[in-house]
């Protein structure tokens, strides 16, 4: 099994790096990438884990780009997690992120939920290289009593449209997409079917755009045909994974519930050797 779109607690994930990779290595996951959000924190304790256990590592990321307001999420695949230009890129990134949580702690407070903000953001304020994020005030408000679930604090407080939500700041796409390639490695599209921005796709891939992930835990099999076809028509690569976070409401039961097959992955690593390929 191939799972390229794992996160750990560096992000959102629930699992440390090497309790993810014990959980991929029991699963029969063969291939492995950690791709946190905004951080590559979790890089190196999961490189060093799936080296003990007999996985491949492929060093990844998921950068969150906004264009008129939408989240893209854009994958990064084999990046050099030392690159000093991306480590400042995602600075700047994991700041905007602390400020839009700290924004949306302060408006569910105005609405009557008060939580700790201190104690939210205290894991980021110890460790600047993690990335706080709406899933660490989702499980606030479970802890907290105002909600039975994250799915259910997403839905009534926390998504698009909600009394708690605040829009996101954050670089454009084809801006992302260039520091993933000057870091040395691939873009793919995150899960196109959840951005719902399929004409977009094409303009992506203008901009240097190298995949699209259609296996995704959220992708049925008629959106991954769609994706197939549009990766064909597009000359793009293909990417998948089981977007796996360790929370039960978040993403696949397991890592490597969803697989990326082999031909797909080799294309992905012929590119990277190659990009003219």
Known sequence: MIDLHTHTTASDGRCAPAELVARAAAAGVTVLSVTDHDTVAGCEAAAGACEAADIEFVPGIEITAVRDEADVHVLGYFIDPRSSALRVFLTEQRQRRFDRVG???ARLARLGLRLDADAILRP???DPTRAVGRPWIARAL???GYVQTTNEAFTSWLSRGRPGFVPREGAAPDNVIAR??????LASMAHPGLIGRDNWIPGLAASGLDAIEAFHTDHDADAIARYRAMAQRLTLAVSGGSDYHGDESHGAAHPGNVSLPRDDFERLVRLK???TT
């Open 273 to 275: 050797r190659n990009p």
């Open 180 to 185: 993933i390639h000057d870091a040395g490695g």
């Open 124 to 126: 980021a304020v110890d």
């Open 103 to 105: 924004r949306m702690i």
């Open 142 to 144: 479970v802890a907290a």
